[in-house]
């Protein structure tokens, strides 16, 4: 298994300008999650979703939009770019709840808006 | 709510050496606990975890942590450090409740440990 991949894994944009990060997963889970990191600080929920065509929001949406046509792929689009939203983007996933079950997490898109 | 703080943002050991990563937690309910690690460039991965079970939790790389209700604190520990395991730390709770509402990660800001050899 691949586990959860990540695509790109770095990028620069231009303010203004729009972009999907891709997520995908081949471990059958219902979960999915996207965060982001900024430097110094933990990672905080953007969207999540509890299975294909159910999403809702995390603790900072603002920004940003999420779909979930399938149980394997989460994409994360930004519209217009802004300079805060230059961070490192973790997408994961579980198999069922989050409250008591592991996390699986990609290796990060790194995005840097200018 | 529930929140989580780290104590210390940065640890630095000798190899061989005993470490202590300092973590405590808000929580109204029983709560859910996780270390997770994150080395250099890469996604994070979990180290152990803590679901109301003993409360003495033993992870992987040889790590533990022990819940203390008492004192509100998930520290994690190593007998003798590595130098594979620098690497940034984070203490992370969930925000389930009872009756299995949605249980969200709330994360700790992180602990950078630095091994010295």
């Known amino acids: 298994n691949a586990g959860v991949t990540q695509t790109p894994k770095f990028r620069i944009l231009k303010i203004g300008q729009s972009m999907t990060l891709q997520c995908t997963q081949d471990m059958n889970h219902n979960y999915m999650y996207w965060y982001r990191q900024d430097p110094g600080m933990g990672l905080k929920l953007i969207y999540y979703?509890?299975?294909?065509?159910?999403?809702d929001k995390g603790e900072v949406p603002n920004g940003y939009n999420v779909s979930r046509s399938t149980t394997e792929d989460f994409p994360l689009r930004l519209e217009l770019a802004a300079p805060s939203q230059t961070s490192v983007y973790f997408c994961?996933?579980?198999?069922?709840?989050?409250?008591?079950?592991?996390?699986?997490f990609g290796p990060g898109t790194r995005l840097l808006v200018l | 709510a529930q929140s989580v703080t780290q104590l210390d943002s940065h640890v630095s050991v000798s190899e061989g050496t005993p470490v202590l990563l300092r973590c405590n937690y808000s929580s109204s309910y029983s709560p859910s606990l996780f270390w997770y690690v994150q080395h250099p460039n890469k996604g994070l991965q979990l180290l152990l975890k803590?679901?109301?079970?003993?409360?003495l939790v033993k992870g992987i790389n040889g790590f533990e942590a022990e819940f203390k209700k008492s004192e509100t604190s998930f520290h994690l520990t190593k007998p003798s450090a590595h130098m594979s395991d620098a690497a940034e730390y984070f203490c992370v709770v969930s925000d389930a409740g009872y009756g299995g509402s949605q249980g969200n990660l709330i994360f700790g800001k992180g602990t950078k440990l630095s091994v010295k050899p």
């Open positions: 803590y679901t109301s079970a003993a409360t």
């Open positions: 994961a996933s579980s198999p069922t709840t989050g409250g008591m079950e592991t996390q699986y």
């Open positions: 979703s509890v299975g294909a065509g159910i999403t």
